[in-house]
């Protein structure tokens, strides 16, 4: 019995383990912008974890797909924003409404303004495990070398994430080339290099 019962013990440490590993989220398209990372665990704008150094192509003026895993559900829902010259671009997170150490709820602005292209993207109260989210986001029509392409997101029902208060972040990192057959981007964009 002590002969079956160390490979289930091993095991269930294991699956565990690797839940915990990536607990929350992560990127599946594009490539994150860590290679070793907490499923956004850790402060904005990018959670915690080592560089990737992947910097993806991408088409300013069209439709970019992002795809995240939800592997710990929670209430809640996920903004999308994106520097042109520098993270700190990137706005604060919203305050959230917190009651006895848990999250309640977060604002979601239903006309974000630049930087943030979507917000309330994937708002839900329940989903299995291993939830797959993907939306289409038009990027700016402009040219960046390394643009940072930024999800957080909020959960509900929730402690606060050390570092990262009530949201999980993850960046990815895009080389933008405008399209010259299509209107430049809004003016409100920062002017890439400067």
Not at 83 to 103: C, F, H, L, T
Not at 146 to 171: D, I, R, S, W
Not at 175 to 185: C, N, R
């Amino acid at each position: 019995m002590k002969q079956i019962a160390a490979p289930i013990l091993i095991c269930g440490i294991l699956i565990f383990t690797v839940s915990q590993a990536f607990a929350h989220f992560r990127f599946v398209e594009p490539p994150s912008a860590l290679s070793t990372e907490n499923g956004g665990k850790g402060a904005p704008p990018c959670g915690e974890g080592t560089p990737s150094g992947i910097v993806t192509k991408a088409q300013g003026g069209h439709p970019f797909t992002i795809r995240l895993i939800e592997f710990i559900p929670h209430p809640g829902h996920y903004r999308i924003a994106l520097s042109v010259n520098s993270r700190a671009e990137i706005p604060k997170d919203a305050d959230a409404v917190v009651k006895d150490g848990q999250s309640v709820s977060a604002p979601i602005d239903s006309n974000p303004k630049i930087p943030v292209l979507m917000d309330g993207v994937f708002v839900h109260t329940t989903t299995p495990r291993n939830t797959e989210w993907k939306v289409d986001v038009t990027l700016p029509n402009l040219t960046c070398e390394k643009c940072t392409l930024q999800v957080t997101e909020f959960m509900a029902q929730h402690g606060a994430n050390p570092g990262g208060g009530f949201y999980y972040h993850h960046c990815a990192d895009l080389q933008i080339t405008a399209d010259p057959k299509l209107p430049p981007a809004d003016k409100a964009w920062p002017q890439p290099g400067k």
